[in-house]
């Protein structure tokens, strides 16, 4: 079981940067892909990031390829996204996601795939 808490959210003007967080309890952490996922009002949650337990491997939706980071520290049990060259249509819930895996490939871009979430961490980004 594991517990995932979300931070870092706010808000910033187009171009900024922000870095989430992704806090997870549990001492097997280190055995879990993780993976990011946005939700904007009326429309439907999308894949935005994912990293394999070790942080080898990553993913990223082609929408924020070259602009966000993901990356994790297991030893703090954390995983990050930075966010940089923020625009106004990266508005929206960010939510953290997790699933046991200890494929050296980070876990896909279907949420139906991934076991627990987080409580989600709002990001407005300003014109």
Same mark, same amino acid.
């Given at each position: 079981? *594991?517990?995932? &808490?979300?931070?870092?959210?706010?808000? *910033?003007?187009? @171009?900024?940067?922000? !870095?989430?967080?992704?806090?997870?309890?549990?001492? /097997?952490?280190?055995?879990? %892909? &993780?993976?990011?996922?946005?939700? %904007?009002? @009326?429309?439907?949650?999308?894949? *935005? %990031?994912?990293?394999?337990?070790?942080?080898?491997?990553?993913?990223?939706?082609?929408? &924020?390829? @070259? !602009?966000?980071?993901?990356?994790?520290?297991?030893?703090?049990? /954390?995983?990050?996204?930075?966010?940089?060259?923020?625009?106004?249509?990266?508005?929206? &819930?960010?939510?953290?996601?997790?699933?046991?895996?200890?494929?050296?490939?980070?876990?896909?871009?279907?949420?139906?795939?991934?076991?627990?979430?987080?409580?989600?961490?709002?990001?407005? *980004?300003?014109?």
């Amino acid at each position: 079981q *594991v517990q995932l &808490v979300e931070s870092g959210g706010g808000l *910033v003007q187009a @171009g900024g940067s922000l !870095r989430l967080s992704c806090a997870a309890s549990g001492r /097997t952490f280190s055995s879990y %892909a &993780v993976g990011w996922f946005r939700q %904007a009002p @009326g429309k439907e949650r999308e894949f *935005v %990031a994912a990293i394999n337990w070790s942080g080898g491997s990553t993913y990223y939706a082609d929408s &924020v390829k @070259g !602009r966000f980071t993901i990356s994790r520290d297991n030893a703090k049990n /954390t995983v990050y996204l930075q966010m940089n060259s923020l625009k106004p249509e990266d508005t929206a &819930v960010y939510y953290c996601a997790a699933k046991r895996s200890l494929s050296t490939v980070a876990a896909g871009p279907d949420p139906r795939d991934y076991d627990y979430w987080g409580q989600g961490t709002q990001v407005t *980004v300003s014109s």
